[in-house]
Structure formats: C-alpha cells, structure tokens
C-alpha cells in the first residue's frame, strides 16, 4: 500500500510568487491534514480536511493560504503571495476516521524556500 | 490548549548506551500521546502511541514509553542505542474528539539525537 506522497520535493520561489503544494494521502483515509515546521520551530497544525470538508482551520495563518481536497481524495495548498516567513517543511498526514482516536502517517514533508 | 514540551533540544550519547527523552504534556483530560522520529532526509515515522490502557506502550525498533499522568509525562525510552537511531524525535499529543478540533496533533520543538561510535 501506498504511503502519503507530497509534491514537490522542494520548491525555491521569489517572495510575491504562488506556489501550490500537493499531497496525495493513503487510499481510504477520510481525514488529510496539513503541518507546517518554520526553522528553529516546533512542527505546528494548519488545517483539517474530513473527505472534502474543511473541518478546522484554525491554524491556517492568512488569508495568503487557501487549501482545497478535490473529492475527497488528493489535497492541495496554495501560497499567493508567498512571504519570506512562508519558508519551512509543510507536511501532509492522513488517517482513518475514528474522531481523534487515529494515527496519522505523514508524507515526506515539501521544503519550501522563499527568497 | 494543549502544549508538548521536550526540554531537551540534543542529546549526544555513545552507541550501546540507555537513551531516555523527556516529554512533559499539558491537556485538559486524558491525552492521545505519541512519538515519531524523522530521520534525514525522511518524514515522520510513529514510533508508538498512546490511546489508553497499558501505561507502558512498546514501539517499532525497539523503543518504549511510559505514560505518567501525575507528572504529566511520556518519556520514551530505548536500553540500547544503535548509530541508525540518530535522528529527531518528536512527542505529540492528538485532540480527543469533543469539539472541531478533534485529531489534530500539537507537537514539542524536537530532540535531536546523535550516537558516538
């Protein structure tokens, strides 16, 4: 089975540009949320999908982000216009439905760098 | 709200040896706990959780972890350290359901490991 993949790698932007994140999570997994790691920072929550639902987003820091789930299936986040402090490891995880009593299990991370 | 503190940001030790990292949580009930480590390059990796029952939790590569309710703690612990293990270890505790925050995951800054030849 497949594990949760992200895309891309990494991505270096200038500051002003957009740059769309993509995660693919585990086949079956209703829930999809969204990390982010800022350098010299603990790992914190942006978002929460349940299928295609937002179902908190409270971590999302402005409006410069705008995360979508297509049919419940691949999620992806856009950064527009990105900031210098945009710059971190965004990760994705998925987990099975079972209201806070889950595992996630995380993607490989993005690394984006915005110069 | 909830925190995840892991006051040690390294920690260098000698393979073979015990390693113990510490992890100090703040929640309202009983906490959904959980540690997963990031090798380089690599996401993150569980390593064990906590839901309930056992307080003593066993975990993949031979890790294990406590969880203490009445110092607030999910120290995890391993009795002998391979170089492999060098890595950066994350506790977190998950949202019980209840409200609309339910799963999400409040990590601590991270321990980094190395191991001494």
């Known amino acids: 089975e497949a594990g949760v993949t992200q895309f891309p790698s990494h991505s270096v932007i200038e500051k002003g540009q957009t740059v769309t994140l993509r995660c693919d999570p585990i086949?079956?997994?209703?829930?999809l949320y969204w990390y982010r790691r800022v350098m010299g920072k603990e790992i914190k929550f942006l978002l929460h999908f349940v299928k295609e639902s937002k179902q908190d987003e409270s971590g999302m820091p402005n409006n410069r982000f705008l995360a979508e789930r297509t049919g419940g299936t691949y999620s992806t986040l856009k950064v527009q216009p990105a900031e210098l402090e945009d710059s971190g490891v965004y990760f994705c995880?998925?987990?099975?439905?079972?209201?806070?009593?889950?595992?996630?299990?995380f993607g490989p991370g993005t690394r984006l760098l915005v110069l | 709200a909830q925190s995840v503190t892991q006051p040690d940001i390294h920690i260098t030790v000698s393979e073979g040896a015990s390693l113990e990292l510490r992890c100090n949580y703040s929640y309202g009930a009983t906490p959904y706990l959980f540690w997963y480590v990031q090798s380089p390059g690599q996401g993150l990796q569980l390593l064990l959780k906590y839901f309930s029952g056992d307080t003593l939790v066993q975990g993949i590569k031979g890790f294990e972890a406590e969880f203490k309710r009445s110092q607030s703690s999910f120290n995890l612990r391993k009795p002998s350290v391979h170089w492999s293990d060098a890595a950066e270890y994350f506790c977190?505790?998950?949202?019980?359901?209840?409200?609309?925050?339910?799963?999400?995951?409040?990590f601590g800054q991270g321990t980094i490991l190395t191991v001494h030849p």
């Open positions: 086949s079956g997994h209703d829930n």
């Open positions: 995880a998925s987990s099975q439905a079972h209201r806070g009593r889950e595992t996630q299990y």
């Open positions: 977190a505790v998950g949202a019980r359901a209840g409200g609309t925050s339910y799963g999400k995951l409040t």
